[in-house]
């Protein structure tokens, strides 16, 4: 039955924006038009031209997907995607694993100091707990459109890897390559849709004065750059390769730019356990060593509470827990933490809430399972692809990781990390879009 709105509706017309896109992949198709024309393969191959540097960085879970499909291993999925991109006119073609790691680093940094001024009783703005991730646009379009002022201050205010990649290559490595930011073009492929939307989000603009300084695009009124200009899923890229008529299985191997690409000597990529970036992993093992001194071996006991997408892992000192941690994926199991948390009854101090089932190799940008293929079994061999190829490793350790900090952010909290690879966000104004979404 129809709800009637409130108060009468507007006589103009009702305009449909991205911000009225509720983004839990469910309903992606309310914004596709708007996302399809600034974010999709016509525009991407439009801007291969002289005037501009293309450069495409490849997220993990692309990687396992495109990996999977072609019966390859995720390593030659890169090596070839690097020559197939180089073949259309691409630059350079990057790992995202560094910009995860950093975003690793900068949410460990970010955790340690909420849990002390928490201990501490400071005031709530620096001490709130438990700490959300931020990582995913679905969780986090819900959270302003729908919870608004309540949730955001316990969400890290680290960007994602995504963001984290566009800063990196518009503000750093831009210089070193010797182009102004406006010249390069920064295309992400992505396991998910609502990552078109974190790229269009206002916050992840900037601006260049022209001494060649970057500024947030509040402080000057130049030209508008954004970190990421075009986000392609892995679907769509398999549309690409298509498109082009390549038999991708057949392509040469070009080496990695190792640049940004996070691969040791022996080809392996720097990773972290965890399919949807290894938050929880992460963060737990480093607040335990440097919070109760105690170190980690071996893979985290995570036990599943209700379903396997709402697991948790704490950590006991003297019979008491100190740490407790869970990975909370899709709407359900989201939407009843959140509700504790309202009601003052959660006792976490860590979530990793992505709005997928089964997490980020589930996203609705993957290839879709094949004929015959369940869901199921499509994930529990993406889930064993993603671990191929790969060195489990610190994000501290990583090696490209300590020349960015070295060469730019200097060190982990520091005021120019909190410039490059923090965020904000914003209660969302319920607009008559979002009234007509309720009825
Ligand atoms: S869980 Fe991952 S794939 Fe799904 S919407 Fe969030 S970021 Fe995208």
Known sequence: ????????????????????????????????????????????????????????????????????????????????????????????????????????????????????????????????????????????????????????????????????????????????????????????????????????????VFSVDHGGENYPVDDFSAMKIPEVDIVLTTGEVLDLIKLKSIDFKALVEDPPDRLLTNVDDNGLFYGVSGGSGGYAETIFRYAAKNLFNRDIEGPLQFRIIRNSDFQEVALEVDGKVVLRFALCYGFRNLRNVVQKISKGKSDYHFLEIMACPSGCLNGGGQIKPAAGQSATNLIQQLGNVYMQDVLIASPFENPIVKTLYAEWLEQPGSEKARTYTRTQYHPVVKSIASELHNW
Not at 67 to 77: I, N
Not at 129 to 148: F, N, Q, R, V
């Open 1 to 204: 039955m129809l709800r009637p709105l409130s108060k009468p509706p507007s006589p103009e017309v009702v305009k449909v924006s991205l911000k009225d896109c509720l983004a839990c992949s469910g309903c992606i198709t309310s914004a596709e038009t708007v996302m399809l024309e600034k974010q999709c393969l016509e525009e991407f191959l439009s801007h291969i031209n002289p005037e501009k540097a293309v450069i495409v960085s490849v997220s993990p879970q692309s990687r396992a997907s495109l990996a999977t499909y072609f019966d390859l291993s995720p390593a030659q999925v890169f090596r070839k995607l690097t020559t197939f991109f180089k073949s259309l006119g691409v630059k350079a073609v990057y790992d995202t694993s560094c910009s995860r790691d950093i975003s690793l680093v900068e949410s460990c940094n970010e955790f340690i100091s909420r849990h002390k001024h928490h201990i501490a009783g400071d005031e709530e703005s620096v001490s709130n707990l438990p700490m959300i991730s931020s990582a995913c646009p679905g969780w986090i379009c819900y959270a302003e459109k729908t919870l608004g002022s309540f949730i955001l201050p316990y969400i890290s205010s680290v960007k994602s890897p995504q963001q984290v990649m566009g800063a990196i290559l518009k503000h750093h490595i831009s210089k070193k390559m010797g182009y102004s930011p406006d010249k390069i073009f920064h295309v992400t492929v992505m396991p998910c849709y609502d990552k078109k939307l974190e790229a269009a989000r206002d916050d992840f």
